[in-house]
């Protein structure tokens, strides 16, 4: 629960969370240099009278132009080749190219996809499924995870992956090294976006829960033509297990009118200026758009505790279960029947509760129409 001295600081930080205005955008010309064209032309033409002829065997020589390399022939004018399909396309066996240490339980994995000019082909918002079966298992374990590298980046594929200590995907995954190879299957498709679909879009998270956000936030932010507002709350233990945190501080720099993040820590130091305890409903009422806008749309991923309290379980994928938590006391009904109400998106790996529910971090995407009713400022 916050500190009275923190909604105090957030009060400024409310206003311009509800002061959004849409960015024009820019638009650039550019203009031909006659001169360096008509050299260029001029070049061209002497070389071909000069070497117009092959001396060596007496025949002429194609004009300028006309000499092209086969492999760009081949490329030229085609869409890079995707490695995943999708449908019943198999598994798909990748090599682990570098890791890097992000934080004492967290690493950054890329993988190499098979041609350095692949891309690996999911769309918004989709993931992977990972599969991995060791030398002791009876069946092996499949855990899907969301890429944090861009759907058009070629040749790699990146993944944060945090380390669970009753996680067996995540384990294995945290003690592979450069060139081992890991099964990929996909993409799994979670909440089809487009360019302004909804006017503003709330994203609530907690620890690994982050990454179908960041998949969404980059989508819209590399699109010229997507004006959604975006406003994130995402909870942590501690300023060190904050993902991706860089990344979103570059958005909130480059797009101030439309991108603002609250960060919420359990665990925090002396000198942490912002949220502190767990997200409650007092943090959501002060940070969230306002009930009166229009086509708002709410996500919600994270750890159990954080769907317990806001939204409910999942019983299984199918399966949107009863509405309960915070998202219930605001008079959202769940409809399993409406994608525009209620969608399930696939969840990376967390730990699992005791009573053996494995589904049990499941994103939900929740209509804002009636956001924020609230009263209680009971924690999570």
Known sequence: MFARSTFRAAQPLKLHA??????????????SILYLGLGAVALGGGYYYYAATDPAKGKKLPPPGEHKDDSDAQNKGKSPNSVFKGGD?????????????INHN???LRFALPEKDDVSGLHIASALLTKYKGPEMEKPVLR???????EDAKGHIDFVIKKYPDGPMSSHMHNMNPGQRLDFKGPLPKYPWEANKHDHI????????????YQLCRAIFKNPDDKTKVT???????????LLKRE?????????????AFYVLDQPTENWMQGKGRITKELLKTVLPEPKEKNIKLFVCGPPGLYKAISGVKPKPA??????????????????????????????????????????????????????SLQSTSPI
């Open 18 to 31: 509800r002061r959004y205005a849409t960015e024009g955008a820019s638009a650039g010309s550019s203009s």
């Open 232 to 242: 994130l709350v995402f909870g942590n233990i501690a300023e060190e297990d904050i």
């Open 89 to 101: 396309q198999g598994f798909v066996d990748l090599k682990l190219e570098s890791v890097e240490e």
């Open 106 to 108: 967290t690493k950054k």
């Open 144 to 150: 899907p995870y969301t890429p944090t590298s861009d």
């Open 319 to 372: 399966d949107q279960g009863e509405l309960e938590g915070y998202l219930k006391e605001m008079g959202q009904p769940r409809d399993s029947t409406s994608t525009d109400k209620v969608h399930a998106l696939d969840p990376d790996e967390q730990p699992q509760p005791e009573n053996g529910n494995t589904w049990s971090k499941m994103p939900i995407v929740l209509s804002a129409a009636y956001l924020p």
């Open 202 to 213: 709330a994203l609530i998270a907690g620890g690994t829960g982050i990454t179908p956000m």
């Open 248 to 260: 979103f501080e570059a958005l909130e720099n480059e797009y101030p009118q439309r991108f603002r």
